[in-house]
Nanobody, 123 residues
Framework: QVQLVESGGGSVQAGGSLRLSCAAS????????MGWFRQAPGKGREFVAAISWTGGNTNYADSVKGRFTISRDNDKNTVYLQMNNLKPEDTAVYYC????????????????WGQGTQVTVSS
């Protein structure tokens, strides 16, 4: 089982930027695809972005394409989510998760989950 700890959340104004980090321990991080999901109040968990184990392939939700960038550092066992031009609708708790195989958009394709980090974007 992989333990995941997110950090970097906070409150920003619309148009601002944040960089989320997800530190992994307890497993072979470089063998797993990783994903970011988010959940806004009263809504279901939504796919944001994913990255393959080498970092050579990425996948983004249409709502964040061109604004968010996922990356990973396998030497540091960490995956990142750079979020630019944030919008109020990006407000949510953001979770990272370990992929079971690929780097798709279905939450069922992910196993271990972090505890989440809050991102709040004000207009």
């Amino acid at each position: 089982q992989v333990q995941l700890v997110e950090s970097g959340g906070g409150s920003v104004q619309a148009g601002g930027s944040l960089r989320l980090s997800c530190a992994a321990s307890g497993g072979s991080f470089r063998l797993y695809a990783m994903g970011w999901f988010r959940q806004a109040p009263g809504k279901g968990r939504e796919f944001v972005a994913a990255i393959s184990w080498t970092g050579g392939n990425t996948n983004y939700a249409d709502s964040v394409k061109g604004r968010f960038t996922i990356s990973r550092d396998n030497d540091k066992n960490t995956v990142y989510l750079q979020m630019n031009n944030l919008k109020p609708e990006d407000t949510a708790v953001y979770y990272c998760a370990r992929g079971r195989g690929g780097w798709g958009q279905a939450a069922s394709g992910y196993g271990d989950w972090g505890q989440g980090t809050q991102v709040t974007v004000s207009s």
